[in-house]
């Protein structure tokens, strides 16, 4: 199995950028397929961006096009999120998860999940 740890969460104001790193202990990194999610006050988790194993396909939610970038370094077992031009509803706590599959994007895909980073962003 993996283990996961998040960390970069903070607060920023709306238009700023934070990078949100997840360190991967355990087996090899580059087995599992990476996401990224979220959940917001008062709603359920939901997808913001995952990112095959070798780093080659990405995908993104809608909500994150164009603002948020996932990367991976398979040799320093840690997978990245750029985040940029944030919003005020861009708020919550973000969690990686490490699935078996090459590219997952529900939850339900992931098998490994980290403890979350909380993201705050004012307006």
């Known amino acids: 199995q993996v283990q996961l740890v998040e960390s970069g969460g903070g607060l920023v104001q709306a238009g700023g950028s934070l990078r949100l790193s997840c360190a991967a202990s355990?087996?090899?990194?580059?087995?599992?397929?990476m996401g990224w999610f979220r959940r917001a006050p008062g709603k359920e988790r939901e997808f913001a961006a995952a990112?095959?194993?070798?780093?080659?396909?990405?995908s993104y939610a809608d909500s994150v096009k164009g603002r948020f970038t996932i990367s991976r370094d398979n040799a320093k077992n840690t997978m990245y999120l750029q985040m940029s031009s944030l919003k005020p509803e861009d708020t919550a706590v973000y969690y990686c998860?490490?699935?078996?599959?090459?590219?997952?994007?529900?939850?339900?895909?992931?098998?490994?999940w980290g403890q979350g980073t909380q993201v705050t962003v004012s307006s």
């Open positions: 998860a490490a699935t078996m599959r090459v590219l997952g994007l529900s939850p339900s895909d992931y098998d490994y």
């Open positions: 355990g087996r090899t990194f580059g087995d599992y397929g």
């Open positions: 990112i095959s194993r070798s780093g080659a396909r990405t």
